[in-house]
């Protein structure tokens, strides 16, 4: 039990839903099937938790910097893609690498990886014609991310998905003006695909207790956007840092997450036994609080050169075991 006990508002328990979010995410669900809209719905008209979507915008974080970064994000959102070009270029793996190399030297992204897409990541209802998927990785400013859950971290949230979303259009504006149709997928709102599948399938790192991808470059402190495609990019693989048995032995999370609504072992959740976030208490704190973050910030994966050291560290504890 955490030590911080948190007593919801009861003005946002009021739009609760008569229906759970762990059911509609599929907890203790074996069957495999696509994920369903909850909350970060594209509208939050056609969603169970479209009330508290809408609740969360109404907290005033204090700052006027909210107001300024949100018409930022707008501008990247409603600026039109680039037609696609009538020749198609072919798409060569040195190109590729020296398109992702350059546009993480000029911190338009952090971390790129490609996957072959799986139907299974498209939410319910939605068809993606597409054959791969290019994820895109941004990485949080580790002191703004560590005041969460005040307000200045989820301003840091804001700002990295702004950047994630431009990240995702400039990479769908260079593949179309090669020819290649790409649809950028941009947050925070849901979109046609959940991201974190594909961002493990291209070796964005493990899942971690807390419900998020931990790398060892920037751990748990980042955001993701991606992009639809059919060109044929070079493709990635899973990463395995030793991070998912780490997570069996910490709770630094658990511990700090004030609506305890972090599991200490993993759950079913539509075919896969994973680690998984209460929803239903985690969404409280999380309106309350601009998007908490708590537990990303306090994840020792977090920490800036703490996370390449302590996977170099597992990596040899598993050398000397094998
Ligand atoms: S975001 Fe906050 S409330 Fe939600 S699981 Fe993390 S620490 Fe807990
Ligand atoms: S705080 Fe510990 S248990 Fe939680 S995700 Fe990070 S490493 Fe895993």
């Known amino acids: 039990m955490s030590q911080n006990a948190f007593v919801p508002d009861p003005e946002q328990m009021m739009l609760w839903p008569d229906v759970s979010g762990n059911d509609i995410n599929g907890l203790n669900n074996p069957n495999p099937s696509n994920p369903k809209y909850v909350y970060w719905g594209n509208s939050p008209e056609d969603v169970a938790f479209g009330a508290l979507q809408r609740w969360f915008y109404s ?28 020749q198609k270029a072919e798409m060569t793996d040195p190109m590729a690498r020296i ?26 209802g ?38 994630a979303a431009f990240g995702a259009k400039s990479v769908a504006n260079w593949l179309r003006g090669l020819g290649w ?23 964005f790192g493990e899942l971690g ?17 991606g992009v639809l495609t059919d060109c044929p990019l070079p493709l990635d693989e899973p ?5 998912d048995d780490f997570c069996q032995n910490c709770r630094i999370c658990e511990v700090a997450c004030p609506p305890d609504a972090l599991f200490s ?28 973050a708590i537990c990303i910030a306090q994840c020792p ?18 050398q000397r075991k094998s």
């Open 59 to 86: 907290v005033d974080p204090g700052l006027p910097e909210y107001a300024t970064e949100r018409e930022n994000r707008a501008k990247i959102l409603a600026a039109p893609l680039k037609d696609v070009a009538a």
């Open 99 to 124: 398109f992702f190399e350059a546009a993480i030297k000029n911190k338009i992204f952090d971390k790129a990886g490609v996957a072959r897409f799986d139907p299974l990541w498209a939410f319910e």
């Open 126 to 163: 939605v068809e993606i014609k597409f054959r791969y998927i290019i994820v895109l990785g941004v990485q949080h400013d580790y002191d703004a991310i560590s005041e969460a859950p005040k307000p200045e971290a989820g301003l840091e949230v804001m700002r990295q998905y702004s950047r």
């Open 181 to 203: 149709d790409a649809e950028p997928l941009t947050g925070p709102m849901s979109g046609k695909v959940t991201l974190i599948p594909p961002a493990l399938a291209s070796g």
């Open 209 to 225: 207790k807390h419900g998020s991808i931990i790398n060892p470059e920037f751990g748990a402190s980042f955001r993701l956007s």
């Open 239 to 243: 990463a395995d840092h030793g991070i």
């Open 265 to 292: 072992e993993k759950k079913m959740v539509r075919g896969t036994t994973k680690w998984y976030v209460d929803f239903d208490k985690c969404l409280p704190f999380f309106n309350e609080h601009q998007g908490c």
């Open 301 to 318: 994966w977090s920490r800036p050169g703490v996370g390449v050291n302590l996977a170099k560290k597992l990596h040899r504890r598993k």
